[in-house]
């Protein structure tokens, strides 16, 4: 028979996936473009800029790409903090489960928070990166 405690659903990874998604754009806009400059693929992003030619906007509207990574990066990590103590079901599968995917959240959130940090560098400080990597 079902208990109310095997009706708790398990924390979901859609934060930390949605959070990871919006930190890929802060490379995009800046990290790979710098990247590939710096080693001297600058024909590459050549490439990428007239197969995608909307890949220009992240560039262009940065300060707007990083404050919606870095409000949806906040909300996530709320969610992540908020959730920590929320609790699994009974069934010991589940709880597996539930944990397994506690883990695997924070570990998105976190690559997810590098990946904001990476593009922040590159976007907001060029002149320190190049100097890091030449």
Not at 9 to 37: D, H, N, Q, R, Y
Not at 96 to 102: G, K, N, Q, W, Y
């Amino acid at each position: 028979m079902n208990t109310a405690q095997d009706e708790v659903k398990p924390p979901s990874v859609l934060p930390a996936t949605l959070a990871l998604f919006t930190s890929a754009t802060t490379l995009i806009c800046c990290a790979l473009p710098a990247m590939l400059v710096m080693v001297g693929m600058g024909a590459v992003w050549s490439g990428v800029i007239g197969t995608v030619p909307g890949i220009t906007w992240f560039g262009a509207n940065k300060h707007l790409v990083f404050t919606v990574t870095g409000l949806v990066l906040a909300a996530s990590g709320a969610w992540q903090w908020h959730a920590r103590t929320l609790p699994c079901p009974a069934d010991p599968i589940k709880a597996r489960a539930c944990t397994r995917l506690r883990r695997i959240s924070w570990t998105l959130w976190g690559i997810s928070v590098a990946a904001f940090i990476i593009g922040g560098f590159f976007a907001f400080f060029p002149d320190t990166a190049a100097a890091l990597f030449l």
